[in-house]
């Protein structure tokens, strides 16, 4: 099990102690809120992530041989996907990233609100986390 | 007689979907699109099963009956927006193709540099990025009628913006996002006292009650069926015969042509000019069904549902904590906007959809409103006639889950 696995698998226990969807709506709502914010000089057009409905700005860089992923959404659920995805992908390296797999969050029990699919914006938040995982090994 | 909404509702078999969840529906997304009745459905089935074929075209039975009841829709929807002859009603993929086709056709041909187009800052981006393009190509300049507090239109403003050179002017006769009903008859003639043209865009309007585009004076009108239970991808342009008639087509192909040689063609009569290509017949003739099946119900009964829904609405979620309501205008027609203090509009559709209940949370198409309001995005609540005032009450209820999961 690699970094990436043990905090997929952290996710997947933290979420185990919550039964209905009310309360793991709150969970995530609270991830959100304790996410640090992201420092106003990155919410450029540019760290924009395309395809959120809502406002997504991610600024990532590399230190040594890790990537480090910083986002921030103005919707307070998706803040919370993105605090996850943070903890999950930021300070990783690249390699791992590219491979990680996706579809865990169907093991937290909330893949029917949840779904990739869905227009959250998970997916595209997904995609852009792995594509500069992926610039950074070119 | 009572309004029979228990009838109603049981032509609408979509009604009573659950969610993933299992959560009963209530669908206030109405002014996205709105829901299909059987007769609707079965009109689609029907055609297919027993008319289909080419129109205009082929010589044989079913080539004749397709042929017949597409002019056949075509007639009764001239007749349903007053036109004074079926030629000037020309049949499009919705609304955005009708402004499309009016900012191209006429708009390309007719304006030149320097000449204004008015358009108001509460437009759906299909009634502003049109004109944009006709900008960019040609050096019109688009101007915009403000918006007062109250969400109604600074008609001050805008009989300020008439003394330019305005050539055109093309605005909502009901707004997607915050529910106003401009004054078009007013808006028609003080754009003709200062010799412009007027485009209607009625997506939003003609779903509510008829539009008499002869009484109204207007030049163009446009609306899209699927917001009045009829199909996706058809939609109706009409026009003025006479400025029909010199406007030069939108697309090339099929069915538009009089003559074609291997340098030039000659165009068809209205409409065919306009109409390229094997057009939506099913889209047609079905939105003839729709037209006939909101009739039987009656526009008048239609509006006072929508309006005792809307106004019931309005009411309840002004008593919400927290919730802020954009607009108050003298008419409302079936959508409201709102936003909730601390949240963002996706926090509370999310929340709300685990509940069953759909609204849209967005900038709703109308990006130049959301700058006005101040606001990235709104939530939007939109009714149609099936709606009910316990399904408002359901999304009120919804809201107190929202404030609990969110803490506020």
Known sequence: MND?????????????????????????????????PLDEIHKTETNKVKGCQSQVWMYSCTEEDRMVYKAESDALIVNGLVAILIRIYSGRQATDIVEASNDFFAQVGLDKHLSMNRTNGLFSMMKEIKQRAATSLA | MDYPIDTIRDDFPILSAKTDSGAPMVYLDNAATSQKPSVVVDAIRTYYEETNANVHRGMHHLAEKATAEFEGAREAIAAFVGAPDARSVIFTRGTTESINLVAQAWGRKFLKAGDEVVLSIMEHHSNIVPWQMLAQASGVRLKYIPMLDDGSLDLEAYRALLQ??????????????????????????????????????????????????TALDADFLAFSAHKMCGPTGFGVLYGKEALLEVMDPFLGGGEMIHTVGLESSTWADLPYKFEAGTPN????????????????????????????V????????????????????????????????????????????????????????????????????IARASFYFYNTVEEVDRLVASLDTVKKIFRI
């Open chain 1, 4 to 36: 990436i696995q043990a905090a997929q698998q952290e996710i997947i226990d933290d979420f185990a102690l919550f039964d209905d969807w009310q309360d793991k709506y709150a969970h995530i709502i609270d991830l959100g809120r304790s996410l640090e």
């Open chain 2, 164 to 213: 330019g050179p305005v050539k055109l002017v093309s605005v909502t006769h009901v707004s997607n996002a915050l529910g106003t009903v401009n004054p078009i008859a007013e808006i028609i003639s003080l754009a003709h006292e200062a010799g412009a043209r007027i485009l209607i865009d009625s997506a939003q309007g003609i779903p509510h009650g008829p539009v008499d585009v």
């Open chain 2, 281 to 308: 017949i099913a889209g047609a003739i079905v939105t003839r069904t729709a037209i006939a099946y909101l009739q039987g119900i009656g526009f008048d009964a239609i509006e006072k549902q929508v309006h005792d």
């Open chain 2, 310 to 377: 809307t106004d019931y609405a309005v009411k309840a979620l002004s008593r919400v904590e927290g919730l802020t309501l954009h607009g108050n205008p003298p008419e409302r027609g079936g959508a409201l906007a709102f936003n909730m203090e601390g949240l963002h509009p996706h926090d509370i559709s999310q929340i709300i959809n685990e509940e069953g209940i759909a609204i849209r949370a967005g900038h709703v198409c109308c990006q130049p409103l959301m700058e006005r309001l101040g606001r990235p995005a």
